[in-house]
């Protein structure tokens, strides 16, 4: 009975760590120029593909060729929180939030050019550029020298 139990929890487990490790992560879609996509969808923008970069959501998917990449671009946005320090503690002022933004910019397939604004998570976004720059062979442009110490380590 043991290992028929055994062989049920390593069937159940095959897919989760099947994904574990695979370039990508969480991420929401901030804005751009495609109409299919509702701003501020979450989701999982996935690099794992071969030819595609996939942004997989509640309601849809969209697949971007990596050969259509002309541009990516990594930066940061910094909040300072004095919401919090007025109301709770001087502490907080010197507390920053800092938030992952990754610009596709893209060639569709009539030849336009389109733009996608991710917000990416914190943790995924180092694998993820450097994917992104072995997929595509175009080098990361970084907005300023804060962005390029948080996306190169």
């Known amino acids: 009975m043991s290992r028929g139990l055994m062989f049920l ?4 487990a095959t897919p989760l760590t099947s994904f574990a490790g ?8 901030i804005g751009g120029t495609l109409g299919t996509l509702a ?5 999982s923008l996935q690099v794992v593909d071969e030819q595609y970069l996939v942004f997989y959501c509640k309601d849809t998917s969209i697949r971007v060729p990596y050969d259509k ?9 910094v909040d300072r929180r004095y919401a919090m320090a007025v109301l709770i503690s001087p502490v907080f002022v010197l507390s920053k939030k800092r938030e992952h933004f990754l610009t596709i910019m893209f060639a ?10 991710f917000k990416v998570d914190k943790s995924d976004i180092r694998a993820m550029l450097v994917s992104l720059e ?3 062979g175009r080098k990361v442009q970084f907005q300023d020298e804060e962005a390029r110490k948080a996306g190169k380590g």
């Open 9 to 12: 929890l390593a069937v159940l």
């Open 22 to 29: 695979e370039p990508g992560g969480r991420a929401a879609y």
């Open 39 to 43: 701003t501020n969808s979450s989701g």
């Open 69 to 77: 990449i002309a541009t990516i671009e990594y930066g940061q946005k």
């Open 108 to 117: 569709d397939e009539a030849g336009r050019e389109q733009a996608l604004i």
């Open 134 to 136: 072995a997929r595509t």
